[in-house]
């Protein structure tokens, strides 16, 4: 198969991949994987990027707005909805959901994704038992990383936080928490940090997820993650209070951040639904400090989080329009320039073997948008896809293309 006159955004491209007067290659596909990139000088007639990498979500807990009810702006009425929910969920109804979830994120063309799982005890819920098998069925067509979200009081504990340290490794999933404004901050975050390095876990953590200027959340994350010596191996996501912060606080925590290697993660459809004024028109923005964090050097993903749930009743894993509402919450421009927060740069926080760059030898799981200039990615005609899977088109490819 051979892909004419497509544009690989840069911070997709690999080391010295020639290009044409246009900016447009033509990509010659064999056995799987990209072979010859060639110089084309025709106008792009699309944009190709390596299969999207969506890293955070809940497929233990979508679906469910009809039964629980939508929040409205109250973080913790969903909390507590969705855990009654999840206590009195049916198996198979947990089942058919995780695997529905997955059946969307593979038709949107999504290859990897990692989903949270409420873990409210020390022992492990039923989810994880059914995360797992769903990862080995879907093996080879989706790569499903589970997380343990747990609530950091419960890492009060030291019993408790080596037990879910152990399990999450046993079932080789990442460590996480949920962190906001607790009490004895510093001493719980200790205890999971102790937890992942026993145990060589890597870590992800719903942090700061509210418009709290007193939320620091991320700025203890950043100090243990240096004191524990595990630069690269956290993750954040939300960090909404960082945007309501002073702006020389905010740099602060920006630095280290830096520092320690983490990597943030904006969820903007969930946080522009839940943070903020429900009175009125809000005017604070549930969103992160996108721009300033990857002018410092961190990685910045652009992830779905919750779908159809109590948390977020709409949506849907089309992680392509996600990234549009975040283009124009955070106002990232030029858009075609962010298109990494959304497959190189969560890739690489996800530890995946192929980061996401596109050059010869890689494998031929891409995504093929109709876009063929940064306007056009916010609009469904510019959003419209093909999907190519081990050099094989999903769905039939455009005219000129084949």
């Not at 719980?188 to 939320?215: C, I, N, P, Q, Y």
């Not at 010596?229 to 002073?246: D, K, M, N, T, Y």
Request: aromatic share 6%; hydrophobic share 45%; glycine share 10%.
């Amino acid at each position: 198969m051979k892909l004419q006159a497509v544009h690989i955004p840069p911070g997709l491209r690999g080391d010295d991949l020639p290009v044409g007067v246009s900016g447009a290659v033509d990509i010659v596909i064999e056995d799987g994987k990209v072979g010859k990139v060639l110089p084309s000088d025709a106008s792009p007639r699309g944009v190709l990027l390596s299969a999207p990498v969506d890293l955070h979500t809940h497929i233990d807990k979508n679906y469910c707005v009809h039964e629980v009810g939508a929040a409205e702006g109250d973080l913790f009425a969903a909390i507590r909805r969705m855990a009654v929910y999840n206590q009195n969920l049916a198996a198979h109804l947990r089942v058919e959901r995780m695997a529905r979830a997955l059946e969307e994120v593979w038709q949107f063309g999504t290859r990897a994704l990692r989903t949270h799982i409420d873990w409210g005890e020390p022992e492990a819920p039923p989810a994880l038992a059914a995360a797992c098998r769903l990862r080995e069925q879907w093996h080879g067509r989706i790569d499903l990383q589970i997380v343990a979200l747990t609530p950091l009081d419960v890492f009060a504990e030291s019993e408790a936080a080596e037990r879910i340290g152990e399990q999450v490794a046993a079932a080789g999933a990442v460590l996480g928490a949920f962190v906001y404004r607790n009490d004895d901050l510093h001493a719980k975050l200790d205890r999971v940090f102790a937890a992942a390095k026993r145990h060589g876990s890597m870590l992800d953590f719903h942090v700061d997820e509210g418009l709290d200027a007193d939320a620091r959340g991320l700025e203890a994350i950043a100090e243990l993650t240096l004191c524990h010596g595990l630069e690269g191996r956290v993750v954040c996501g939300h960090a909404c209070s960082l945007g309501i912060q002073p702006a020389g606080d905010a740099a602060n925590t920006i630095r280290l951040c830096a520092e320690a290697g983490i990597h943030l993660v904006a969820l903007p459809t969930t946080n522009l639904y839940l943070q903020g004024a429900w009175d009125g028109t809000p005017v604070q923005r549930g969103i992160t400090r996108m721009r300033e964090a990857r002018a410092a050097g961190i990685g910045m993903s652009v992830a779905t989080d919750n779908v159809q749930d109590g948390f977020y009743p709409y949506g849907s894993y089309d992680l392509i329009e996600t990234f549009s509402l975040g283009v124009q919450v955070a106002h990232l421009a030029p858009a075609m320039n962010w298109l990494e927060a959304i497959t190189v740069a969560p890739a690489r926080a996800m530890g995946l073997v192929w980061d996401g760059r596109i050059a010869p030898g890689c494998p031929a799981d891409l995504l093929l948008l109709s876009a063929t200039a940064d306007h056009e990615l916010l609009t469904p005609a510019g959003r419209s896809r093909t999907v190519i899977r081990s050099g094989r088109a999903l769905t039939p490819l455009p005219p000129a293309q084949v």
